[in-house]
């Protein structure tokens, strides 16, 4: 076996990173579910798993699916940190909204060192999180795998703090700033229509409606249960 450290391009990071998060989700990482999370073809991603597997980085099952190693965890939340990181000091020292970090980050996290990457963290005052709400992981490799609900798993009469938002989409972002609902942000839920109808929040007294496939994306947590207010 070649040394693991030759086969970690970009490439393979993005796919460990990848196969990282949808087991966080949902347990074995399936080879349709790596090409659509990364928009190749399934053929394509049948490769990577072969020569990520042949270097000790994925286990492959037959009809179930990959899992990440021990090591190919470590590249994973490796590169995740990176990320995270760059995008945090993105937003902190020079000023990026938080929707146009993700795709910048993306292409500096094969190139920045682990010095950087760390003086970064640094000056910056040590992070935890992401200006998305994502958990950092540590120079030490560990972090917060905590699963929260999403606003769209709740019915009326829940006071919730928003702690994580979807970054897969700028425009998304861009849309949930202008209503308020950002990481650290406290939100009651109103009001919840049937058959994947609007829901109502209150934030800081005001009224708000979202759809449904917009709430998935808003994870939060609970804080207690709340009223709603009198017409």
């Known amino acids: 076996m070649k040394d693991k450290e030759s086969v970690i391009t970009g490439p393979a990071e993005d796919y460990l990173k990848a ?65 995270r990181i760059i995008e ?18 993306e292409r500096l996290e094969h190139a920045a060192s682990e010095e950087l990457i760390d003086k970064m963290a640094a000056a910056i005052g040590e992070p935890v999180v992401d200006p998305h709400g994502a958990p950092i992981p540590t120079r030490e490799g560990t972090v917060d795998e905590t699963q929260y609900c999403s606003l769209a798993d709740l019915g009326p009469g829940h006071r919730v703090a928003v702690v994580r938002v979807s970054d897969d989409d700028p425009e998304v972002l861009r849309y949930l700033a202008s209503l308020g609902i950002m990481p650290g942000v406290t939100v009651a839920v109103l009001a919840c229509e049937p058959f994947d109808g609007p829901i109502t929040l209150a934030i800081d007294n005001e009224r708000i409606s979202i759809g449904t496939p917009l709430a998935t994306q808003v994870m939060v947590d609970m804080i207690g249960d709340t009223q709603a207010p009198s017409h």
Not at 88 to 105: C, K, P, S
Request: aromatic share 8%; glycine share 8%.
């Open 88 to 105: 945090a000091y993105l937003v902190e020292t020079l000023g990026y909204r938080w929707d146009n970090v993700h795709e910048e980050a």
């Open 19 to 83: 196969i990282y998060e949808l087991e966080l989700a949902g347990g074995a990482a399936s080879t349709n579910d790596i090409a659509q999370r990364l928009s190749f073809a399934p053929a394509s991603v049948t490769g990577m798993i072969r020569r990520l597997a042949d270097h000790g980085l994925l286990a492959y099952e037959r009809y179930r699916g990959v899992t990440l190693t021990k090591a190919g965890r470590r590249v994973a939340l490796r590169t995740l940190r990176r990320h």
